[in-house]
C-alpha cells in the first residue's frame, strides 16, 4: 500500500520538481533562473523530454533548490535521458556497496565545520574568516538525526529493526531513537521520502465487511435467472441446419434440433474460457439463420425481452461504477485528511480507484490495505477506512431494487 513515490515512465526528474513546486509555490521561471537554466529546459526536464544528460552543474543546483538528495536527481536524470532503466534503479544493491557508502557519507560530515561568528570593530557579528577557527560540527547528532530519517521513511522504529529485533545493537539504536523523538508520530517529521497511499477500491472492502461485490453478483444473477425465464418463441419454422452439420461437431454448448433451428444451451453452462474459433462458428451460423427468413413476431418479442435484460445489466454495471467512484474519492479525501493531522513535511500522494480488468491477484495484494497496520501512515489509512461509509452502507437499498427504482447511486 505505501511505497516511495511512483512516477509515470519518463518523467521522474519532473515528478521531483512539481514535488517542489506544490509545496512552495515555485514559478517555472524562477526556478529555471535559481538553477541555471532557460525556463524551456526547465519544461523539458518536468515533462521527460531529454534528449541528453543535463549537465552536473545544473542537476546539483536543482538539487540544492528543492532540497533532494543529488544522487536522487541525478539518477531520476539517468531514467528520462535513458541511461538508466527502471529494472536498473530499483534492483537491490549489495550489503557491502550499501555499507560502503554509508560509512563514506558519515566520514565526509565528520571533516564539516561550523564556522563561528565574530564582532567587527562596527559591532556587527559576521562568520571568522579564518579557517583555524572553525569546530567540528555535532557528529553523533548528525548520526542521531540520519537514523530518525531511515526509520521514518521505513515506516517507523519497529519496522527498521525488524531484522533482529533483539539484539544488543537494535536496542542501542532503539534507546537512541526514542532520546530524540516522543513516540513514532513524532517520529514522522524525520521522513525525507514521499508517502504515497495506492489502493484498489475491490482491494479495500474486504478489510471492511462491505457486501457490495456479493451484492452485485447477486444481481447479475438475477438478470440471467430473468433470461432464462423468458418463454421461447412458439412461432418458429423448421430451420435451415441439418443436425448432423460438420460445423457444430466438437460444439458441446452448440446443436441442431429436429426442427432444423440451433440449438443453443443456456450461457451459465457455456465453457468459462470460450473457444474463440467455436464462438466465430457459432456467430456464422446464427448469421446464416437469422438471412435465410425474417423474423416472427414470437422472435421479435423474445428478443426485445433480452434487450431490456441487457439494457438493465449494463446500467448495472454502471451503477456499480458510480457507486465505487465515489466510495473512492470520499475515502481519498478521508486518508488525506488523516495523513494532515500528522503534520509531515514531505509530499502525500493518496490514490483511490477501482481495479481494473484483468488484475491478477498479485497486482490486488500490492494495492490492498494491511489487516495489522505496522505504522502510523498504516494505521491513518485504516482509520480512515473504518470511518469511511462503505457502498453498501451508503446505498438505499439492493443495487437492482435501487436501479429500477430509479434511485441515484451512493446517496
Known amino acids: 500500500m505505501l511505497s516511495n513515490m511512483a512516477t509515470p515512465s519518463k518523467r521522474h526528474l ?97 571533516r564539516l565545520t561550523n564556522q563561528p561568528m565574530r564582532q567587527t570593530s562596527s559591532g556587527k557579528w559576521d562568520p571568522d574568516p579564518d579557517p583555524r577557527s572553525a569546530l567540528p560540527i555535532d557528529w553523533a547528532e548528525f548520526v542521531t538525526l540520519a537514523l530518525a530519517g531511515a526509520a521514518a521513511n521505513a515506516g517507523g522504529i519497529e519496522t527498521i529493526l525488524a531484522g533482529r529485533p533483539g539484539s544488543w545493537e537494535a536496542e542501542r539504536v532503539r534507546q537512541t531513537l526514542q532520546s530524540i523523538v516522543f513516540d513514532e508520530r513524532d517520529l514522522m517529521r524525520h521522513r ?104 416472427t413476431p414470437g422472435e421479435i418479442a423474445y428478443e426485445q425481452a433480452f434487450d431490456q435484460i441487457e439494457s438493465l445489466s449494463t446500467a448495472l454495471d454502471s451503477q456499480r461504477r458510480a457507486d465505487y467512484a465515489d466510495y473512492a474519492q470520499r475515502l481519498t479525501t478521508a486518508i488525506e485528511t488523516k495523513l494532515r493531522e500528522l503534520n509531515l513535511t514531505v509530499p502525500v500522494s493518496v490514490t483511490v480507484t477501482t481495479a481494473p480488468d484483468g488484475a491478477t491477484s498479485e497486482q490486488y495484494d500490492a494495492h490492498r490495505p494491511s489487516d495489522y497496520p505496522a505504522d502510523v501512515i498504516e494505521a491513518a489509512a485504516h482509520a480512515a477506512i473504518m470511518d469511511t461509509p462503505t457502498p453498501s452502507a451508503s446505498a438505499p437499498g439492493a443495487p437492482l431494487e435501487r436501479l429500477e427504482n430509479g434511485e441515484s447511486p451512493a446517496q
Do not use: C, M
Request: hydrophobic share 40%.
Open 14 to 110: 519532473g515528478q521531483l520538481i512539481d514535488d517542489y513546486k506544490r509545496s512552495h509555490s515555485a514559478t517555472d521561471s524562477g526556478l529555471a533562473q535559481r538553477v541555471g537554466i532557460t525556463r524551456q529546459s526547465l519544461i523539458q526536464w518536468r515533462t521527460g523530454e531529454l534528449a541528453a544528460l543535463p549537465k552536473a552543474a545544473n542537476l546539483r543546483a536543482l538539487a540544492t533548490e528543492i532540497g533532494r538528495p543529488y544522487r536522487q536527481v541525478l539518477a531520476a536524470a539517468l531514467l528520462d535521458s535513458g541511461y538508466l532503466t527502471p529494472t536498473e534503479d530499483k534492483a537491490a544493491r549489495p550489503y557491502g556497496e550499501i555499507l560502503h557508502d554509508a560509512i563514506d557519507v558519515l566520514s565526509e560530515a565528520r
Open 192 to 295: 525525507t521520502e514521499p508517502i504515497v497511499v495506492d489502493l484498489w477500491v475491490e482491494a479495500v472492502l474486504p478489510l471492511t465487511g462491505d457486501t457490495s461485490e456479493d451484492d452485485y453478483q447477486q444481481a447479475e444473477l438475477a438478470l440471467l435467472d430473468r433470461q432464462e425465464a423468458v418463454p421461447l418463441p412458439d412461432d418458429i419454422p423448421p430451420g435451415p441446419f441439418e443436425p448432423d452439420d460438420p460445423r457444430i461437431a466438437g460444439i458441446d454448448w452448440l446443436s441442431v434440433g429436429d426442427d432444423g433451428n440451433l440449438v443453443v444451451a443456456q450461457f451459465r453452462d457455456w465453457p468459462v474460457n470460450i473457444d474463440p474459433d467455436k464462438l466465430a462458428v457459432y456467430e456464422e451460423l446464427a448469421e446464416e439463420a437469422r438471412n435465410s427468413r425474417p423474423d
